[in-house]
């Protein structure tokens, strides 16, 4: 069994990753750890617990976590014009049915892979402060976890929140950094790949002739996300499927092809949130996505999605 913590920021592709990861029977999905980022880590937790509420799922814990950067030093400005206000397009939905378990998200992080040595992949699809406090609090984290894949970086081409960094690694460079050099096993799903898998106009019109409740519900947060990538992002066609590329690749590994690279994040300055790899310089310390078989993920994720 795939055991799988998801660590969000939800936001409008983090709500799409959580409907593929829900809908997808090759994970266990053992709970949803919450993040600011797309929003204040309030909105993120709210928006976790409606999005599952949409989906009819009650039996997946959600734990709230970080509100503000690891090292407590960076300002954080919520990006509003990417998902929202309320980090859902401005759908406003109603209050959530349940609430979160009352643990912090990084001491649920640290029991759940104490739980199961060598078997939980965590899936960090905002930035990734839980992660950095729970490898900070317990570093047998490190050696006892099986994987670690985030969605984050951007090592062969240009950022998306500045010119040189990609907005997960951007929020908390901090984190990033130290989960970097932390030692424990990590995939980066970056925009070297998710720029290449397109959400597009026409698949929300299929959603609406679907007439659920759920196909409804994403193709109304999608119509906020399609309109800001028109605006920001004009020649890229569509939106990014960032984080569902994430959960994508660890149910099917095929999907993307990595290499083994080392890399540093910068921390600070005008090139803060930037990921340097290189191929050359030993030791590797991260694998990380350079090729993707859009066609094959984006289909997988449409027939799985509502
Ligand atoms: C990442 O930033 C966030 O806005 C998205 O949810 C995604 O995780 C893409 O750069
Ligand atoms: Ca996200």
Same mark, same amino acid.
């Given at each position: ?109 640290? =029991?759940? @892979?104490?739980?199961? /040595?060598?078997? $939980?992949? %965590?899936? !960090?699809? #905002? ?126 590994? =095929?999907? @993307?092809?990595?290499? /083994?690279?080392? $890399?540093? %994040?910068? !921390?600070? #300055? ?37």
């Amino acid at each position: 069994m795939n055991y799988v913590i998801l660590d969000v920021d939800t936001g409008i592709d983090d709500a799409l990753a959580i409907s593929y990861a829900v809908h997808s029977p090759e994970l266990k999905i053992l709970g949803i750890t919450t993040c600011f980022g797309n929003a204040t880590v309030e909105e993120t937790t709210r928006n976790t617990l409606q999005v599952l509420d949409i989906l009819g799922t009650d039996d997946i814990p959600v734990i709230a976590g970080a509100a503000q950067t690891f090292l407590r030093r960076e300002s954080y400005e919520k990006p509003t014009w990417i998902h929202g206000e309320d980090g859902l397009g401005n759908t406003h939905l109603p209050a959530p049915k349940r609430e979160v378990l009352q643990m912090k998200a990084h001491d649920f992080i640290i =029991s759940k @892979v104490r739980e199961y /040595p060598h078997q $939980v992949t %965590v899936i !960090t699809v #905002g930035c990734q402060t839980n992660l950095a406090l729970a490898i900070e609090h317990d570093p047998e984290v490190a050696r006892l976890v099986r994987q670690v894949v985030i969605m984050g970086g951007a090592v062969t081409v240009a950022g998306n929140i500045t010119p040189h960094a990609e907005a997960n690694i951007y929020t908390d460079p901090g984190a990033a950094d130290f989960v970097f050099r932390s030692g424990i096993p990590i995939t980066l799903v970056g925009l070297d790949v998710t720029l290449k898998t397109l959400l597009r106009r026409q698949h929300l019109n299929e959603w609406r002739e679907k007439n659920t409740h759920v196909s409804h519900f994403l193709a109304d947060i999608c119509d906020f996300y399609m309109d800001a990538h028109q605006k920001n992002y004009p020649t890229l066609g569509g939106c990014s499927l960032h984080d569902p590329l994430a959960v994508g690749s660890v149910i099917d590994p =095929s999907f @993307v092809k990595a290499v /083994p690279m080392h $890399v540093e %994040v910068v !921390t600070a #300055g005008e090139k803060r949130g930037q990921t340097v790899g290189c191929e050359s310089q030993q030791p590797s310390n991260i694998h990380v996505c350079l090729e993707v078989d859009s066609d094959r993920f984006v289909s997988h994720f449409l027939q799985r999605i509502v």
